[in-house]
């Protein structure tokens, strides 16, 4: 994941469909250069996004262990 001003940039298409799944908003999919080897799903960097950002880390922080058994 990476922040990059006006919009957030993710990597990952499973953490991009629970956000625009969440968020009720439709996530942008293009090709970056520095990514040439996967997809960049990017989101406007919003208070929301933000917030529902921190709540999915943190129940997938919570679920680690219980993962990976």
């Not at 001003?5 to 968020?23: P, R």
């Not at 917030?51 to 219980?66: F, P, S």
Request: glycine share 0%; aromatic share 18%.
């Amino acid at each position: 994941m990476e922040n990059n001003k006006e919009y957030y940039f993710i990597t990952n298409k499973f953490l991009a469909m629970t956000m625009s799944y969440l968020l009720q908003e439709k996530y942008y999919q293009f090709e970056h250069k520095d990514y040439a080897d996967r997809k960049v799903y990017s989101f406007k960097d919003t208070a929301k996004f933000r917030e529902v950002l921190t709540l999915v880390q943190n129940i997938k922080n919570e679920n680690k262990d219980t993962l990976q058994s």
